[in-house]
C-alpha cells in the first residue's frame, strides 16, 4: 500500500532524511519513532504532499507521490500534529466542508459524514461549535475529517499529543478500529502506545531508518534489557565472577541502591538472547553460600530498544514481518550484525 525507497531531503547543506526506505501493507499500522528531529514529520509531509523530496520516491495505492499528487492526495487523510479546524464552524458543518473539498459526491456525502462522526464517537458533538470542544474531541475531528473520504491510507502525526490518559485510550481504541480497512502510518512519542496498537514498527534515528520489524521481534534483536535483577548478601565481587563464567551470559554488573540495609548489594545479570540462565545463577549461588535475598526476572521492552537505537550509531537489518520466522532467528542476525 505505501512503499518509500531511497527517500532524502535536503535543506541547503542539511540533510533531514537521508535515504529512507520502508513498505506498510495494507490494512496494516504502521509505529514510525524517533526523537525529536529525526525527520519523522518531514517524511510523513513528504507522504501527504505538503513537501517535496530531493531524492527517491514514495508511492501510495501505487501512485508515486510525486508524479501524481492529487491522485495520491484523494486516497489518504492526514492528520499534522496540530489539527486543521476551523473553530467557528460545527462539527457537522466543518466535516461536510471537508467532505467537499475532498471530491466527495454530494449523494453520499451525508452518509460519509454522519460515517465519520460514528467511528470517531462525535454525534452528540456534531452541532457544537468546535472552539468548545475540549482538547481530545479536538482530535477526534481531526481524525474525523481525515477519514471522511474514506481513504485507503491514512497519515497520523502525533494524534495524542498532550491529551491526558482517559483521551489517549479513546484515540488509541479508535485508531485500532480503523486497522484493516485501512492503512495506517501512526507517530507517536508513547512506546507503550505502539506496543499496544501498532503491528509494527519503524525507528528512524537522525535522518536515517535504524530499524524495521514487529515490536516483538526489535525486543528479541535487542534482549540487551533482559536477565535478572539479585539482592545478595555476602562477597559481591566473588558473586559477579561466578555468574559471569555460567553459560548464556552476557554481562553481569553492580547496582548502585543505598536503601539496602548493611551489606546486601544489587546486581543486574543480563543474559544473552534465548538464554534461560536463572536457574544456574541461583544454583551457584547459594552453593557458594551466597544469601539470596532475592531474584526478579527483567525483560527488555520497545523503550529498551528505542533508547538502544538512538543513543548509538546502531542499524539493525530491514526485516518485514514475515520474513522471521523466528524471534531466535532474529535474535541471531542482529547478533552477527552488531558484532
Known sequence: ???VEHLSKIYGSTPAIQDVTFKVEPGEIL??????????TTTMRILAGYLPASSGSAKIAQYDVHEDSMAVRRRIGYLP????LYPDMTVEGFLHFVARIKGVARKVRRDRVNSAMERCNLTEKRKVLIRKLSKGYRQRVGIAQAIVHDPPAIILDEPTVGLDPRQIIDVRNLIKSLAGSHTIILSTHILPEVSMTC??????????????NTPENLVAQ???GSGYELEIDGDEEAAQQMIQVLPGIRFVESIANKDLPP???QIRVVSEPGAEPGRDIAAVLIGAGVALYEMRRTRANLEDVFLELTTAEKILPIVDSDASESSSESATEAEETTT
Open 263 to 265: 551489606n546486601r548489594s
Open 31 to 40: 509505529g514510525f519513532l524517533g526523537p525529536n528531529g529525526a525527520g519523522k
Open 199 to 212: 503491528s509494527r514498527v519503524a525507528i528512524i534515528n537522525r535522518g536515517k531508518i535504524v530499524a524495521t
Open 222 to 224: 535487542l534482549a540487551g
Open 1 to 3: 500500500m505505501i512503499e
Open 81 to 84: 500534529e496540530t489539527p486543521p
